[in-house]
């Protein structure tokens, strides 16, 4: 009873930011996102009838158990024994092959190769829709990860979320895009994407008409990516990005993502495209600005990138495949 699974992180370009229910992980909105080719996490899991509690080890060291990390693990873990009918502990080996520490988001790729290698191990055979289901209960991005190339998110109607899914929109191949995280000095203690949702949700004034944006972003940027129009993405990945920050800034207290280099990358990417280049930004849960450019503009963006201090590092990443099962 094991499996391992590969899948690869994704990054949103129209956000996910807010939950319609919080036990379920269900969101206010859909989203709409690329996978990342390259930014890969590998996981497999073996359900082993000796074990008194579940083995959790992340990047070859091992997960305290109690620890809030290996609740995570443990409690979906309970999703898919429940589903599965059995209640055997798991062996759980997981790995990311880009540097955890630099706070680039896990979870998604995390729990989308989770989600693949338990049910598989559980001796499950879940569709795609399904598994972006399960996936979705561990991380709300992460119900996108499930899909390569672009992928759009639904929010549901269901009250017990069997609609909220992500779906394929087009594949890896579809578009020769690439993006490049321009990985930036670590700020003050990083707030928690499900916190700092939970913040703006309740406290921001900007919150609701923010979310209101939404299904009119995503259909304008399910239009640039049919059609393959740089620049239209660009415009609706930039002002979906600003309005969830912005309405995280107006949370009480504020929610501050941002360092001061994020905001010299943000002014740095809108000169350079003044001066001709394609390229235009985005940003998550964290101070790392994520570039997209056509694939022929990549050496150039990354000169641009490259001359910013504070600017520490550059992850090159294409679009990427979907979850899937590897030979263990
Ligand atoms: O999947 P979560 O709960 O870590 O939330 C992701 C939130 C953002 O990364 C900011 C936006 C998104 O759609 O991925």
């Known amino acids: 009873m094991h499996a391992t699974a590969l899948a690869h992180s994704n990054i949103a370009l129209v956000k996910y930011w807010g939950k319609r229910d919080r036990a379920l992980n269900l969101p206010v909105a859909g989203s709409l996102s690329l996978t990342l080719g390259g930014l890969a996490t590998t996981t497999t899991v073996h359900f082993r009838p000796e074990l008194e509690s579940d083995l959790v080890s992340l990047d070859g060291r091992e997960l305290r158990p109690g620890s809030v990390a290996h609740r995570r693990i443990a409690d979906f873990l309970d999703l898919v024994r429940n589903d599965a009918g059995i209640t055997s502990f798991a062996e759980v080996e997981t790995a990311n092959n880009f540097p955890t520490a630099a706070g680039l988001a896990s979870s998604a790729s995390g729990f989308a190769a989770l989600a693949l290698a338990a049910t598989h191990a559980a001796g499950q055979q879940l ?176 000169s641009v990138l490259s001359q910013i201090d504070g600017v520490n590092d550059l992850i090159v990443a294409r679009p990427g495949q979907g979850a899937h099962l590897l030979e263990s």
Request: aromatic share 6%; glycine share 8%; with cysteine.
């Open 127 to 302: 569709t795609d829709a399904q598994l972006s289901v399960l996936a979705r209960r561990g991380s709300g991005s992460a119900a996108r990860s499930i899909f390569g190339g672009f992928a759009e998110m639904s929010a549901g109607t269901r009250a017990d979320g069997r609609d909220a899914h992500a779906r394929a929109l087009a594949g890896p191949e579809h578009w020769d895009l690439r993006c490049v995280v321009a990985v930036t000095t670590q700020g003050e203690k990083d707030v928690s994407s499900t916190e700092g949702m939970t913040r703006t949700q309740e406290t921001s004034p900007l919150f609701e008409p923010w979310a209101r944006t939404v299904d009119a972003d995503i259909a304008q940027a399910r239009h640039a990516v049919e059609t393959r129009d740089f620049a239209l993405l660009g415009r609706v990945a930039e002002r979906s990005c600003l309005g969830m920050h912005a309405s995280a800034m107006a949370a009480d207290p504020g929610v501050i993502y941002w360092n001061p280099t994020t905001i010299e990358v943000i002014h740095r990417v809108r000169r350079a495209r003044r001066d001709g280049l394609q390229i235009f930004f985005t940003i998550d849960a964290g101070p790392h600005v994520k570039v997209f450019c056509p694939a022929r503009e990549l050496s150039a963006l990354r």
